[in-house]
């Protein structure tokens, strides 16, 4: 039961410019045609001008206004002398391709060509690249090599009021590099600052008090509903209210539904499937389902953009994806869990959790809008009025609430102090020093406090991973297991490579063939077993389809771990194989991991031993009921109902003093004296 909101409409003023995809007879629009009629097309020439007389813009429009894709190709085409690339930035990589293909399209180029995009182990640029999409993540290593950016003449820091770590670490090192090349007499840099929303005098006083553009939006009226009690059960709710206004609105209205994460979109995705497939054999309206989440591979997520024909009803099952940095077409209604997934720091306990949270009011107003893009449109709230009074104004941003080893490496890489930086919100002292403490206990820097980076320092901060993950490739060398160790980092970058079918019977057929892999030291020798079976198959995909795994996913680990091959020949790594031996490759993940060791208590339940937090083995886990465990050594920890750890294996105590005896962590082994964190 939903109360209506009557204030909502004052949020979203009504606005009748034409819409888009079709002009007034119905006739479709020309990609040109669709071009041209994007709101940031009727201020053209005002942002051209401005753009050309400001060393720094910050642009502000509603998502779906044109900036991403249209403000990059406006200036290319404007810039007499073609020298210099425009940069694009995005915090999440699907965005970065997706949008790099759709202006290749626009700019009818191949994607490469005028147009291309860079993420993580992934380079689709040639000489020829002018317009360059590029994940913060990607910018940020380039940044590494040339801290002047020379590169580029443009850069865009898109979806800034994400604030990913990344994001707000470039725009410190943006600001440093447009300002030493005014001071050498190079070519000036020119910064430009994009948003949905944001809190623009923070970021105006942070870049020099530079001056705001907006964007005039196209948005509709969109009636917002809270449920009239708390929901226990969000998925439920969400469900239960995609059935109730599925009866009665016309079929050509497609729904979006917010979530937090790939289990839970593709668990509701099938029940979704089950319930409508019993209600088109009793004649009832259809519905396709398409799940949208960073992992989905590239094809589905296009699907998503094809429009939908009229005799079925398209329901789109996305995360915080589809918030700013993915704009689909025809959606009407929108049904808000009020929940996300994020990444979650305590400095007390030391851990990194991923965690189910609830949003921001911000983000609660971004996704009602999603509703109101072409027509007036409706928002149901899967939460009381009074829990959305009770969200936090505006989200935290990452870097306030993230482990910050990673940055403060590679900040120091650059021969930056990460004390002394130029943050636009600065990391408190103590993850800071937690940070510190970490590299330090890694190898990679000379003093507990220090901001010298040893020569292990330095080779870690040549990967393009996370340190820990670095770490245990450069200390392979030492347990003999690179290659082994080089197959295992290059699976745990990609997705999950075991594939899970929506059909019951399918998934016990799954679970036999992925049975064939299991080692009993844990996952990671059985992802090592399924890539050593997969590289040696005759046929790779036939290999993949018999035995329920992930394809691409397998490739993408193949093609991660040659760049990552390549990386370790420059860095003179002597390639080396534990054949059989295999306590090899668990000590040697015990070097990066050493934080992330739990211990089994009386209660067959575990206990962190950093942070002493509670914590189960994740039901995906090969290690998930087996008895006889005793410590065990895992990636991470997800928290749901509560935390559990995936992608886990097996260890002997005795390992933690030999292979990382400096960490403290064996006089934290005795779980009986100490207080077991419950959270
Ligand atoms: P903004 O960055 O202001 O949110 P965008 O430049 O991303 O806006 O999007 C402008 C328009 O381009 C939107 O109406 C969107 O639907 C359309 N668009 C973007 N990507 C695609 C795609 N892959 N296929 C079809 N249309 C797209
Ligand atoms: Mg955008």
Known sequence: RFKSNNNSSNDFPKNNLPNSGQNANGRSLSIDEQRHQLPVYK???????????????????????GKTTQIPQ????????????????????????TIAKRVALEQKCCIGDTVGYTVRFEDVTSPKTKIKYMTDGSLLREALSDKFLRKYRVIILDEAHERTINTDVLFGIVKEAQRLRMEKGLLPLKIIIMSATMDVDHFSKYFNN????????????????????TQSDYLNACLVTLFQIHKTIPVNHDVLIFLTGQDEIENLASQIRCIVKVSNELGGPMIRVFPLYAQLNQNKQLEVFQPSTNNYRKVILSTNIAETSLTIKGIKYVIDSGMVKRKMYDSVT??????????????????????????????????????????PAVSVPEILRSNITATVLQLLALGINCRKFDFLDKPSDKDIENAQKQ???????????????????WNMSKFPLDPRFSKMLLSSIEFGCLDEMLSIVSILSGETIFYQSDDPDKRVEALK????FESIHGDHLTVLNVYNEFKHAERHRTFCHENYLHYRNLEYARDVRRQLSVICERLQLKMSSCGNDYDQVRKCLLTGLYNNVAEMQQDHNFVSVTGRLKTKIHPSSVL??????????????????????????????????EVVPNCGLSNRLSIFNQKVNEN
């Open 210 to 229: 530079c001056e705001p553009i907006y964007l005039a939006g196209r948005t509709y009226p969109v009636k917002v509903l809270h449920t009239a009690e």
């Open 513 to 516: 063939a992925h049975a064939k």
């Open 43 to 65: 201020v053209r020439k005002q942002l051209l001008n401005k753009i050309a007389s400001s060393k720094t813009l910050i642009v502000i429009g509603e998502t779906g206004s």
């Open 350 to 391: 030391g851990m990194d959790t991923l965690k189910v949270t609830r949003i921001s009011q911000d983000q609660a107003w971004q996704r009602t809008g999603r509703a109101g893009r072409e027509s007036e449109g409706f928002c149901y709230r899967t939460y009381t009025m009074n829990e959305y009074r009770m969200m």
């Open 624 to 657: 998930n009921n087996k008895a006889n465990l005793k410590f065990v050594l895992f990636t991470e920890l997800v928290q749901t109902s509560m935390n559990f750890m995936r992608i886990v294996s097996s260890i002997e105590p005795e390992w933690i003093e």
């Open 74 to 97: 406006m200036i290319h085409e404007s810039i007499k002398v073609n020298v210099g690339i425009i940069a694009v930035t995005q915090p999440r990589r699907v965005a970065a391709i």
């Open 439 to 457: 590299l330090y206990e890694l190898g990679a820097i000379t003093k507990p406090n220090g901001d010298e980076l040893t020569e292990v320092g």
